[in-house]
């Protein structure tokens, strides 16, 4: 049988022919020549890694080539069949997986993990030999190849107690969070750094933020609105802040601020809505200085124009057995106003 398929030359296939007029048809009408030429011989194999329940087909016949990872019982064994192979689970290469290969960039012992390729390891050579006769098992040329040197360093943020492994040696990604100590130490032993908690580089991202209509840039490190904690004077200052606070060199995530000042009528408090929505609760300022440098801030006039003035929502309410709705401005119950 002659198979076609749209985006692939591997089983299952979306058209079988049952008869040489179906096939020339069908090449005709795709603007093929109707002949025998273009057909695709698939051989391959079937695979697995050691210890896992997947399937693999192989298209190029070399087990650990992934092609297609079988979702199913029923899709393997149509592929199977389609194929010509019993439709059962026999001639199916089993392999050990691949895993990383990985050392220390100061040390000279190489380590293999199953997924990852950094501490803890999960299997340590003690020599060429050991490291040779691991590679072959698993498919792997007896060379050095593949063996990633882990660089990185340990980071954490201010008023934290989790320590992260930044597997790039860059302060902020999140490579790895250490769980407990002992798992904390033994990653820094299998590096050769101190067993203690020197070199731990301390950050705190916080956010960045601009006001809308104003070129100054301000930090704060739990909110993105005013007050500001820091104001960047220029563009070094700004990007000395970045580097030490682990962020690209750029300009990215940076938040325009928008929002409105408002207040219910008949009360003194302002707010600041940030999402621009007189209502939301974003800010109570609790003084007047406190509002006033806000507006300066975000470039508004230091008075109390531009105040949206709204009705106090309060509570409606009604008695269990009566059908009349009252309202009050702080309580939901009676005496009713």
């Known amino acids: 049988h002659v198979h076609w398929n749209k985006n692939t030359a591997y089983p299952p296939a979306e058209v079988t022919f049952q008869s040489k007029e179906e096939y020339m048809k069908h090449r005709a009408e795709h603007g093929m020549p109707e002949d025998w030429s273009d057909i695709k011989t698939v051989k391959g194999c079937y695979w697995g890694y050691n210890g896992e329940d997947t399937v693999w087909w192989a298209e190029d016949g070399k087990a650990g080539t992934e092609t297609i990872a079988f979702p199913n019982a029923q899709t393997y064994l149509h592929h199977r069949k389609l194929l010509g192979f019993p439709e059962d689970s026999t001639l199916i290469q089993r392999i ?6 990985w050392r220390a960039e100061k040390l000279p012992h190489v380590h293999w993990n199953l997924k990852t390729a950094y501490p803890p390891a999960e299997v340590t050579f003690k020599n060429s030999r050991e490291f040779l006769e691991h590679r072959a098992k698993h498919g792997m040329p007896l060379d050095g190849s593949d063996v990633k040197v882990v660089k990185g360093c340990y980071w954490g943020k201010n008023g934290e107690a989790t320590i992260w492994w930044a597997e790039d040696g860059k302060v902020g990604t999140e490579t790895y969070a250490f769980p407990n100590p002992e798992e904390y130490m033994e990653h820094r032993r299998l590096l050769g750094f101190p067993l203690d908690f020197t070199l731990i580089k301390r950050i705190s991202k916080g956010f960045y933020w601009k006001a809308e209509n104003l070129v100054h840039v301000h930090w704060n490190e739990k909110t993105a609105y005013p007050p500001a904690e820091v104001t960047f004077q220029n563009s070094r200052e700004y990007l000395v802040h970045r580097r030490a606070h682990g962020m690209p060199l750029d300009g990215s995530d940076i938040k ?9 009528i008949g009360e003194a408090t302002v707010w600041w809505a940030e999402d621009g929505k007189a209502g939301t609760e974003t800010i109570a300022f609790p003084n007047a200085q406190t509002y006033l440098h806000h507006r300066k801030l975000l470039g508004f006039p230091e008075d109390s124009t531009l105040i949206q003035r709204i009705l106090p929502k309060g509570f409606y309410w009604r008695a269990e057995k009566l059908p009349h709705v009252h309202w ?9 106003e």
């Open 328 to 336: 009050n401005l702080k309580t939901a119950y009676p005496p009713a």
């Open 256 to 264: 325009v601020v928008k929002g409105c000042y408002w207040g219910h």
């Open 96 to 101: 050990l997986p691949k895993g990383f290969y």
